[in-house]
């Protein structure tokens, strides 16, 4: 099975940096997702990693550490659209199993 | 435009009265899936389909029914609905193009829920 943890909430000021920490304990693993999800909206893809190291996406960079069962996602340049839940997902590997499981959810607030 | 379709949006009912949820996608994916979502436990998943006729449990599928007859539609079946089945749910579908290798990204694309509430 998966465990998956991130924090519930953070809070930060328009134009600054926020980083969402994500560490999961799997039984195999073939690759992390982050998906973004407005209250009441569906989760939408932000970012995929699946080898160690960091991938770049515009304002967003999601960093993976296979050794450490570690992931975080870091917005830049924050915006008051950028206020939503941040969703950590991790894909199991077995062989007839597509499975992704997901955290709790960490809940951005963005203060101007 | 590729999505994921389902109906009704929001759904308030009695306990017992049978309810389907339909999820429709139009992007020839494979793969779909039901979760829901209820505070502070994140999406969880109810059951997930592999192809046509292929259906599996998932981490919470007491209550609920599936079935794949057709490969673009996966619907949600409660055949008695009780009031902890009051939740947010989503379906969701993605391609299995290369996923027994290791590192195929294979995105999941949701649709915009379902709110149900059971009385």
């Known amino acids: 099975g998966q465990n998956i943890d991130q924090p519930t909430e953070m809070t930060a000021t328009e134009g600054a940096i926020v980083q969402i920490n994500c560490t999961y304990q799997?039984?195999?693993?073939?690759?992390l997702f982050w998906y973004q999800q407005h209250a009441g909206e569906a989760p939408t893809f932000l970012s995929y990693?699946?080898?160690?190291g960091l991938e770049e996406k515009g304002r967003f960079s999601s960093f993976l550490s296979r050794s450490k069962g570690y992931s975080y996602l870091l917005l830049k340049e924050l915006q008051m659209k950028d206020s939503a839940s941040y969703l950590c997902?991790?894909?199991?590997?077995?062989?007839?199993?597509?499975?992704?499981?997901f955290g709790a959810g960490t809940t951005v607030t963005v203060r101007a | 435009e590729a999505q994921v379709t389902q109906n009704p949006r929001y759904l308030i009912t009695v306990t017992g009265k049978k309810l389907t949820v339909t999820c429709s996608q139009n992007m020839n994916h494979e793969y779909m899936s039901w979760y829901r979502q209820d505070p502070g436990l994140g999406l969880r998943q109810i059951y997930y389909?592999?192809?046509?006729?292929?259906?599996d449990k998932g981490d919470v599928p007491e209550g609920y029914k599936v079935s794949r007859k057709e490969k673009r539609n996966f619907p949600l079946i409660l055949e008695s609905p009780s009031p902890n089945q009051t939740s947010l749910y989503f379906c969701a579908s993605s391609s299995l193009a290369g996923w027994v290798q290791n590192g195929a990204k294979n995105i999941q694309y949701f649709g915009a829920g379902t709110r149900l509430s059971v009385l």
């Open positions: 997902a991790v894909r199991d590997s077995g062989s007839n199993d597509y499975k992704l499981s």
């Open positions: 799997t039984s195999g693993f073939n690759g």
């Open positions: 990693n699946v080898l160690d």
């Open positions: 389909s592999m192809n046509v006729e292929v259906t």
